[in-house]
């Protein structure tokens, strides 16, 4: 019961908190800009230019309007460094793999070769990964150490200066791949043995963290940050140890923005804030890892660029991984100033008016997600990616929202709802739907809906509402600009022919301006010049000056000058802000994203905050467990209390019932002997019965009882111990003499107990070994009266088939099992055989020959032996209902031997002429052959050809055998005397029932055999049946449905 209990709390607690949904794989929201190159590198130009190298030589130049591709290499571009920039010219130093380092004049559309810069030993046949330039000097990172180039002087070449300084000429590898500036001609080189550290003015060098290959070194924030293998170091200005971090991931580079680290290998990213917690992302595509050029970084940009193998990512600076909670995806305030935010996992949040905090209030267990809401007075009304419009009422308390709220249907859409509103009108709010080209109101409070027959072809976009105003502005997608006041709508002058109007504003200055966002404007309706506002989404206006729009990425703000508007800033470009989740109070802006909400106040972008979103653990599904929990807690002390009542009457009746049972053990002891013990074991049986359950009884009066009863059951168990030895030893001599695997036991069980000499065991024994004894006998005497019953009856599967052979079986398995555990098997046999008296078997009976009676008239109708078998078949089936089912079961047994021999004989007279024609078909086409076989070889083909035609008719004779000797042994065994089957005259019989006019030449084939058999079929005539005439003719008047007919055609 424990158990049970245990597994019903496991199952009740899993199904509820196991949910089904799928969460968002993690990524770095990137934006991605394909260049249908394979990339190798990515070199920065300032802040608005980078340089992307390809693997086979191409340098691609692209900003923010112009993108142009060269020409310079045929191998993998490593960096791009420009020197100098005049006008549209530019001089780049460019890092070749396997080319080394050239000097390019890159001008408009042309790329030109100015130097390309040899080392010893290798000429140009080495790489360089890096490049930097410092104080005049041109540092190289290359695969055989560092060089400087002066850049002071026209034909200077590259000097080495580490290893071993300007004295190393080997040309053996060793491997620099990152140079960058720690402090004024300080230079940090990551190399394969160790961090070197050059002081340029002087030249000198010193290497730290030797025997280490270090991947990457960057200085952040005057300290330097080293990646060696899975080691992170990061070093005081004075190269002091900070702190040591080991990696529990390989990475081959990192990037430090926004007070984050990000770590890359070639197909995954590592992010982290702390170096202590981390968060993987898988990336879509890999990053190239044969430089570490593939980073690059802008301070007046919020994103990073990193080359991947085909394309140019745009990552933004805050990632969504750090973020605890979900997306924000809608928001809405209600009349109090309080915002309502829901996020993508459905959860609700509060942020009460005045507070720089949000809490949660509300999640659901099941619902599509919620794409736009609104809220009035407590009541949240939301939209879901299903097309429903659902309320639930809502506090500012959790609890109480989780236990005594619920969402309620408002409308159900068939279309799209393409937009949402409300207004409150006299203090009760009223809905706006725009749907798939239509406009709805509803009511909320009497469920009210009315479709507004003028809007039926026009897709609504938007609904805007001044604060404080009870009018109702519409924004179409082709239609204008529609005025809603008391029920009546009008199209807004001027706004008819713009189009993919998405959003609007009307400034709060005298008089008030509207500002539409219509395609791929921004405008002032009768105002100046449009503004370009190409992939901007939404729109709002603070005040009477200042506009904000939200494109793809980040927040534009706009000032209004006279009748114009003026681009002032575009702020937080790594940011996608959701338009639904964006709402304007006063003079501040909420802005929902995946980060969270970001806040500010028109005017003091730069000083934004973020809301403090609080997640509680507790969700309803997770209150739901705990209250089902509670109340199974509950219900198990209340069972724990009854239990433990019940257990105290229990005690006392099993003690009764133990009583009872050692009572019933001396009377049927008793009962064995003669003894009359009735009278003393009636009495004790009502003393037993006296002693009471209920509360009024007394336990000290009924255990004296119950001890009183004990000891004269155990006086009378003494008084039968003497007689008891004799009858066990009786029974045991029984058992011993039985070959079965219970007696052989009990036979045992008999002789322990004789030599133990307990009277319990004893009784027990007597008891078992009569039990056995008089089941054994009864069993046998029932099995041999069905094995009688059954004999000589026909065989039907599904009624009668088995149940002999059950019984054999049964009769069998006692020699090795127990006959308890046969019991089974017995009531098998028991059900098998009553179900042959049952109106089920004689329907099957009915079934079965009227199956049969189908095969007959497949059968020649003019044969009378056939007619003679249905007439049978008739007289038999006629009224069975009234016989005696076990005399109609053996009657019927022989009237279906007698069926099935007429139904082999039809089969075996087939397969003798498929025979012939096989025959016919060789000789015929042995004769048209030019050169003809010999007839030897001729039998050999055709016994080939009939093998499977000879090999069913010795079946069917064989089978037609059989039939005979069952229902005709008189005529098989004593009128034609055959000895058995393998008799040759008897298979040749078979043949000629089959087919009196069958070719005497065709039987040895058909019988497989080699010779003449027209002696053996002369004997069969004259001898067998010829002298029997009279005896088989007899026979067939008193058989006409047998055989025997056809046996007399061969000699009349």
């Known amino acids: 019961m424990r158990n049970l209990f245990a597994f019903i709390l496991t199952i009740l607690t899993t199904s509820l908190l196991v949910s089904c949904n799928e969460k968002k794989e993690p990524s770095l929201n990137e934006s991605e800009y394909y260049l249908n190159n394979c990339l190798s590198s990515i070199s920065a130009e300032g802040d608005s230019v980078v340089w992307v190298g390809t693997e086979f030589g191409e340098i691609i130049f692209s900003n923010n309007s112009d993108r142009r591709q060269y020409q310079v290499g045929s191998n993998r571009i490593y960096k791009v460094y420009t020197q100098q920039c005049d006008g549209d010219k530019r001089i780049c130093w460019i890092a070749i793999r396997n080319a080394g ?72 590898p060793f491997v620099t791949k990152t140079i960058c500036r720690s402090a004024a001609n300080q230079v940090l080189v990551a190399t394969q043995n160790g961090l070197l550290h050059i002081d340029v003015a002087s030249m000198k060098t010193r290497v730290s963290h030797k025997g280490e290959h270090i991947n990457f070194v960057s200085v952040i924030d005057g300290e330097t940050n080293i990646l060696a293998g899975n080691k992170f170091y990061i070093e005081h200005k004075d190269g002091s140890l900070k702190r040591e971090v080991d990696l529990k991931f390989h990475a081959n580079l990192f990037y430090y923005v926004g007070g984050a680290y990000c770590f890359l290998d070639n197909s995954t990213a590592v992010l982290t804030r702390d170096l202590e917690k981390f968060y993987t992302i898988s990336l879509r595509r890999n990053i190239p890892m044969s430089c570490n050029n593939v980073i690059v970084s802008a301070k007046k940009n919020d994103y990073v660029c990193i080359a991947t193998e085909n394309a140019v990512w745009k990552v933004p600076v805050r990632q969504s991984v750090f973020n605890d909670n979900a997306a924000i995806m809608s928001a809405a305030t209600d009349e109090n100033g309080d915002i309502y935010y829901i996020n993508a996992h459905n959860e609700i949040f509060l942020q009460p008016n005045g507070s720089d905090k949000a809490y949660k209030i509300f999640d659901f267990i099941r619902e599509a997600p919620i794409v736009d809401s609104r809220i009035y007075n407590g009541c949240l009304y939301y939209v879901t990616s299903n097309h429903d419009l659902k309320q639930v009422s809502l506090t500012s308390y959790f609890v109480r929202n989780i236990l005594l709220s619920h969402s309620q249907m408002v409308y159900d859409s068939q279309s799209k709802i393409t937009s949402m509103g409300l207004m409150t009108i006299d203090n009760k709010p009223k809905l706006y739907l725009g749907i798939q080209d239509g406009l709805i109101e509803i009511e909320p409070e009497s469920r009210h809906i009315d479709t507004i027959p003028s809007f039926n072809d026009k897709y609504i976009t938007k609904f805007y509402q001044q604060s404080k105003d009870n009018n109702l502005y519409l924004t179409t997608l082709n239609h204008g600009i529609f005025y809603g006041s008391n029920g009546i709508y009008k199209p807004i002058a001027g706004t008819g022919g713009m189009e993919n109007i998405r959003s609007m504003a009307i400034t709060k200055e005298f008089p008030p301006q509207m500002i539409v966002l219509a395609g791929n404007s921004l405008l002032i309706k009768d105002g100046g010049k449009a503004i370009d506002a190409k992939a901007e989404s939404d729109m709002f206006a603070i005040g009477d000056s200042v506009v904000y729009t939200l494109p793809e990425f980040g927040i534009r703000k706009y000032v209004k000058k006279a009748d114009s508007l003026v681009l002032a800033g575009y702020y937080y470009q790594d940011i996608s802000f959701e338009r639904k989740a964006s709402v304007v109070k006063d003079d501040k802006v909420y802005l929902g994203c995946e980060l969270g909400v970001l806040t500010f106040t028109a005017g003091k972008e730069n000083q934004a905050q973020w809301v403090k979103i609080t ?185 009668s088939d088995g149940i002999l052979t059950e019984i054999d079986e049964y009769k069998q398995l006692l020699t090795t099992d127990p006959m308890e555990s046969l019991d089974g098997k017995l009531q098998e046999i028991r059900r098998r055989y009553n179900r042959l008296f049952l109106d089920d078997a004689l329907q099957t009976l009915r079934a079965y020959f009227a199956s049969r009676s189908k095969r007959l008239d497949a059968l020649d109708a003019n044969d009378h032996v056939v007619e003679a078998v249905r007439m049978q078949l008739d007289s038999v089936t006629s009224d069975m209902q009234q016989q005696d089912r076990l005399t109609l079961l053996r009657q019927l047994k022989h009237t279906d031997r007698r069926i099935e021999q007429v139904v082999l004989r039809s089969r075996l007279q087939k397969e003798m002429d498929r025979y012939t024609f096989i025959r016919r078909t060789a000789i015929s086409e042995n004769e048209e052959r030019v050169v003809q076989v010999d007839e030897k070889r001729l039998e050999c083909e055709i016994a080939t050809r009939s093998d499977e035609a000879t090999h069913n008719i010795s079946l069917l004779i064989a089978d037609i055998y059989a039939c005979m000797s069952d229902t005709d042994p008189r005529l098989v065994n004593s009128i034609l005397k055959f000895n058995g089957f393998d008799n040759q005259q008897a298979k040749v019989l078979m043949l000629l029932i089959a087919d009196a006019k069958v070719k005497r030449t065709a039987v040895p084939g058909m019988l497989r055999v080699v010779g003449n058999l027209n002696p053996v079929i002369s004997r069969l005539l004259k001898n067998k049946i010829k002298p029997s005439e009279d005896e088989i003719r007899q026979y067939v008047e008193r058989h006409p449905a047998s055989l025997a007919s056809y046996i007399l055609k061969l000699i009349e």
């Open 615 to 799: 997640n509680s653990s507790v969700t309803r599904r997770i209150m739901v467990v705990t209250i089902v929990c509670l109340l199974l807690i509950v219900s198990a002390i209340f069972v724990g209390y009854r239990f433990y009542r019940y257990l105290a009457t229990r005690t006392i009746r099993v003690r009764k019932e133990e009583l009872k049972k050692r009572l019933a053990g001396i009377e049927s002891v008793s009962n064995l002997f003669s003894d009359d013990y009735k009278s003393t074991i009636l009495a004790l049986y009502k003393d037993i019965a006296e002693i009471g359950l209920g509360k009024h009884h007394s336990w000290k009066a009924n255990n004296e009882k119950i001890a009183a009863i004990s000891d004269t059951l155990m006086r009378m168990n003494r008084s039968n111990v003497f007689m008891l030895l004799k009858k066990i030893d009786q029974q045991r001599e029984r058992l011993a003499s039985l070959e079965i695997a219970d007696s052989k036991l009990l036979a045992d069980n008999s002789q322990r107990a004789l030599s133990n000499g307990d009277i319990e065991v004893l009784r027990s024994q007597a008891l078992a070994n009569e039990q056995w004894l008089s089941a054994y006998e009864k069993v046998l005497k029932e099995l041999s009266g069905y094995m009688f019953q059954l004999r000589d009856i026909i065989i039907i599967k599904g009624l």
């Open 101 to 172: 380092l050239s000097k390019w004049e890159i001008a408009g559309n042309s790329a030109r070769c100015l130097a390309e810069y040899t080392i010893p030993k290798k000429g140009q046949h080495y790489s360089v990964y890096d490049i930097m330039e410092e104080d005049g000097l041109l540092l190289a990172a290359t695969s055989q150490g560092v060089y400087t180039l002066n850049l002071r002087s026209a034909d200077s070449a590259l000097k080495p200066i580490y290893p071993n300084g300007g004295n190393y000429h080997s040309g053996d």
